[in-house]
């Protein structure tokens, strides 16, 4: 037996699993996607675009760029805290234990933890009530139900998949870079973005990866904290199904969410491929700040 041969025996597992709870749900999914609706659930077996054509309406397309516009700036704000924090975690003495506290959140239920915020941010929550008490405000504030409170609650919850990746790119990012960019006359900031984050290009994308995508299907948070106008694409597939019972529409809007984080992970991939490529070289130092040694 040849090594080919056992290379499909050892894959062979992962694409029967692959094959069955990713691929078969998929196409159940598309297909249903071009089917007629029953009355109380259920397909016709006969063909229509009636689901398609039903996506171009104007409350759903409000929908749709509502659920891109929370992904986009949650995603970006989780990058900006989670640089930092894993920068600090990788140069910190006590890595181990900041890691360990970064995972903890991890082992209390999901929504146990989205039910904590809604008393964080209620009205009568602690948020409200430390003002009140300090006398900075007379009533509560409005935090909760609104697209505020579904930002705050969804960087809360994918911090943690951004700063591990992270910290990964940035524990094996060589420091003494920025002590020779120093030398060469670079500022700290000017070092950190010509030499620090060209260099830890990848993490970054598979932070935006791990956080922007999950964003995107998102049904509890928005459910729980965002109220009734706060609607994102994966409250209006639960609704399609639960209350509408029109599973073709459902479906068609799963392949629209499936099409979105599909091109946006070939994107993310090919971007991230020209890091390791040769197109998106290694920058040192000397290469950046050679022309410009006292400019900089």
């Known amino acids: 037996m040849n090594r080919k041969d056992l290379g499909k025996i050892y894959s062979a597992p992962v694409t029967i699993w692959l094959t069955l709870f990713f691929v078969c749900p998929t196409m159940i999914i598309f297909i249903y996607s071009f ?18 054509k039903s996506l171009l309406n104007p409350d759903f397309l409000e929908i749709v760029w509502f659920t891109v516009y929370i992904s986009i700036i ?4 989780i990058i900006l805290i989670a640089i930092p924090t ?17 995972i ?34 007379k009533s509560p504030l409005e935090l ?34 920025l002590d020779a960019a120093r030398d060469l006359g670079a500022s700290k900031i000017t070092a950190m973005f010509k030499i620090f ?60 969410l499936t099409l979105v984080t599909l091109i946006s992970i070939l994107l993310f991939m090919q971007k991230n491929k020209k890091v390791y490529d040769g197109n998106v070289k290694y920058r040192s130092p000397s290469s950046v700040f050679r022309k410009n040694k006292g400019a900089v």
Not at 74 to 77: P, R
Not at 87 to 93: H, L, M, V
Not at 206 to 226: D, E, K, M, N, R
Request: hydrophobic letters at 50%; proline letters at 4%.
């Open 74 to 77: 949650s995603s970006l704000l």
């Open 197 to 256: 984050l060209p260099n830890i290009h990848g993490g970054i994308i598979s932070a935006l990866l791990f956080t922007f995508i999950p964003s995107l299907g998102s049904y509890a948070i928005p459910q729980l904290v965002g109220g009734k106008k706060s609607m994102m694409i994966g409250n209006c597939i639960a609704r399609e199904l639960k209350i509408t019972m029109n599973w073709p529409l459902a479906s068609s809007m799963s392949v629209i």
């Open 35 to 52: 089917l007629k609706k029953k009355l109380y659930g259920g397909v016709i077996w006969k063909f229509s675009t009636e689901a398609y």
């Open 104 to 137: 903890v959140p991890f082992w209390t239920n999901f929504l146990i933890r989205i039910f904590a915020w809604i008393g964080i941010l209620g009205n009568n929550g602690l948020i409200n009530e430390l003002l009140m008490a300090i006398g900075i405000i």
């Open 144 to 177: 909760l139900y609104n697209q505020y409170a579904i930002i705050i609650v969804t960087i809360y919850t994918y911090l943690p998949y951004a700063i591990l990746p992270l910290y990964s790119s940035i524990e094996k990012f060589d420091f003494s870079l």
């Open 86 to 102: 894993a920068y600090f975690i990788a140069r910190s003495k006590h890595r181990n234990l900041y890691l360990f506290l970064i």
